[in-house]
């Protein structure tokens, strides 16, 4: 069994994904592509894509609900470590129940993390 959120991606597709700017900045320590970002304000920059009407970010492989990962996973922002699928903790994630009812997919439950091989697995990331 699959890590739920290979099969999903919705997050990606839904939050505009803000995060300061010196995450992009090598010299401070950066590791987001900054060619993947664009400037939302003086103090921070956006994930290309997700400042958008139909949000879904540049970096998002696949299609959302069937498989799905981000293309720059270790050097994601950090508000995309920030999201944690529902149950996977214990604990519902609203970020991640709001993001996968509007793309249509149900709610994850406690019996999505059952299997063992899927427990221990990072999830796919999220956003602002
Ligand atoms: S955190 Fe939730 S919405 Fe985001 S990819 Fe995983 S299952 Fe989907
Ligand atoms: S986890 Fe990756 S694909 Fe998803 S919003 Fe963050 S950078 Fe984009």
């Not at 609203?94 to 996968?100: G, H, S, V």
């Not at 249509?104 to 990072?122: A, E, F, I, K, R």
């Amino acid at each position: 069994m699959e890590h739920p959120c290979l099969r999903c991606g919705a997050c990606c597709a839904y939050f505009r994904v803000a995060f300061h700017w010196s995450e992009a900045e090598p010299f401070l320590g950066g590791v987001v592509p900054a060619e993947l970002t664009e400037k939302l304000d003086p103090h921070r920059l956006a994930m290309r894509g997700t400042n958008a009407a139909a949000p879904r970010c540049t970096a998002l492989q696949g299609t959302v609900g069937e498989a799905a990962h981000c293309g720059i996973y270790p050097q994601r922002p950090s508000v995309c470590r920030e999201v944690a699928p529902s149950w996977e903790f214990g604990a519902v994630s609203p970020q991640c129940d709001k993001a996968r009812r509007a793309h249509g997919l149900p709610v994850l439950t406690p019996q999505d993390w059952l299997d063992p091989s899927t427990s221990g697995t990072p999830p796919l990331p999220q956003s602002a």
